[in-house]
């Protein structure tokens, strides 16, 4: 099989994906979720606390106390992002995606 071939079908198969209602569904998820300010200013927040962490734990000899406090304030944080609905729906409707590309990605090796 021709390479341009194997991208024809792949272009056919990311538009079939695309007018896919899961797929959709996840998009208008994901621009409800990037417009929402308090999702933005925690995700920002759980994403410094994971570099915090990240930087501690590379040093030499890493402060556990701060590394257990940054962990509980990222577990923290992380609990109350996913409690907001719109979060909670975004992952559902990842979660439908992710399902669907696995799928996907299984034919495709085992074809």
């Given at each position: 099989?021709?390479?341009?071939?194997?991208?024809?079908?792949?272009?056919?198969?990311?538009?079939?994906?695309?007018?896919?209602?899961?797929?959709?569904?996840?998009?208008?998820?994901?621009?409800?979720?990037?417009?929402?300010?308090?999702?933005?200013?925690?995700?920002?927040?759980?994403?410094?606390?994971?570099?915090?962490?990240?930087?501690?734990?590379?040093?030499?000899?890493?402060?556990?106390?701060?590394?257990?406090?940054?962990?509980?304030?990222?577990?923290?944080?992380?609990?109350?992002?996913?409690?907001?609905?719109?979060?909670?729906?975004?992952?559902?409707?990842?979660?439908?995606?992710?399902?669907?590309?696995?799928?996907?990605?299984?034919i495709l090796?085992?074809?």
């Amino acid at each position: 099989m021709e390479n341009s071939n194997i991208e024809t079908l792949a272009r056919q198969l990311g538009v079939a994906i695309q007018a896919d209602e899961s797929y959709k569904s996840f998009m208008a998820l994901k621009d409800t979720v990037e417009s929402d300010e308090s999702i933005s200013s925690m995700m920002e927040q759980i994403e410094q606390l994971r570099n915090q962490y990240q930087a501690e734990a590379s040093k030499q000899t890493p402060d556990q106390l701060y590394m257990t406090k940054l962990d509980t304030d990222f577990q923290n944080l992380y609990g109350t992002l996913m409690a907001k609905p719109a979060m909670a729906q975004y992952e559902q409707g990842r979660q439908a995606l992710d399902a669907i590309m696995n799928n996907v990605m299984q034919i495709l090796y085992l074809s």
